[in-house]
């Protein structure tokens, strides 16, 4: 069984950057694929970004390709979502979610595929 803690969530205006925090426990971190999607009032839960064990390999929305960067820390057991130039359509729940194993770029977009899911953690962008 896996944890999952998303933080850092909060109030910030168009333009602002921001950095999401997921606290992972329960099982070996470095031998989890981790990934953040983000779920807007009335809308469907969407894809932002993934990353591999290692952190050697990422894939990201085109929505915010250039703007968003996941990374993580397995000494920390910590995943991270760096989010510049934010814009009031980046406005949702981010939730990060866990996968105990290795995803294809064609499936690793898929919310489906994870098992593991955080509480989530508010982001609104607004001026």
């Known amino acids: 069984q896996v944890q999952l803690v998303e933080s850092g969530g909060r109030l910030v205006k168009p333009g602002d950057s921001l950095r999401l925090s997921c606290a992972a426990s329960g099982r070996s971190f470095d031998r989890l694929t981790m990934a953040w999607f983000r779920q807007a009032p009335g809308k469907e839960r969407e894809f932002v970004a993934h990353i591999n064990w290692s952190g050697s390999t990422t894939y990201y929305a085109d929505s915010v390709k250039g703007r968003f960067t996941i990374d993580r820390d397995n000494a920390k057991n910590t995943a991270y979502l760096q989010m510049n130039s934010l814009k009031p359509e980046d406005t949702a729940v981010y939730h990060c979610?866990?996968?105990?194993?290795?995803?294809?770029?064609?499936?690793?977009?898929?919310?489906?595929?994870?098992?593991?899911w955080g509480q989530g953690t508010q982001v609104t962008v607004s001026s």
């Open positions: 979610a866990a996968f105990a194993g290795l995803l294809i770029e064609e499936v690793a977009r898929m919310s489906t595929k994870y098992n593991y």
